[in-house]
């Protein structure tokens, strides 16, 4: 998003339902405190001087599939291995 720059702090409201996968930084990659408001929608708090900010979304199985395809390489190697071995 692109803001007008201002001089003091802001929240700025998201209308977007605030949860623990939601991150957000500014244009110089700093990190902004992110929260909810009363209806449960995300409230960024923008520091002065910011005129864009990125509100990113990491779901929550991306580990999850990460560690599972490094799981799926290991035990490919390992019967790899395992087939030279016995030949």
């Known amino acids: ?3 007008p720059p ?3 702090a802001r929240d700025l409201t998201v209308n977007y339902v605030h949860r623990p996968s939601f991150s ?6 700093q ?3 992110l929260g909810a408001d009363e209806w449960g929608r995300m409230r960024v ?4 001087g910011t005129s864009k900010i990125l509100v990113r979304y990491e779901p929550p199985f991306k580990l999850g599939v990460t560690l599972g395809f490094l799981l799926l ?3 490919a190697a390992l019967a790899a291995a395992l087939q030279r071995r016995s030949l």
Request: glycine share 0%; net charge negative; hydrophobic share 45%.
């Open 45 to 48: 708090t923008v520091p002065p």
């Open 73 to 75: 390489a290991c035990a």
């Open 24 to 29: 957000a930084v500014d244009e110089h990659s």
């Open 31 to 33: 990190t902004l405190l």
């Open 1 to 3: 998003m692109v803001l």
């Open 6 to 8: 201002s001089q003091s």
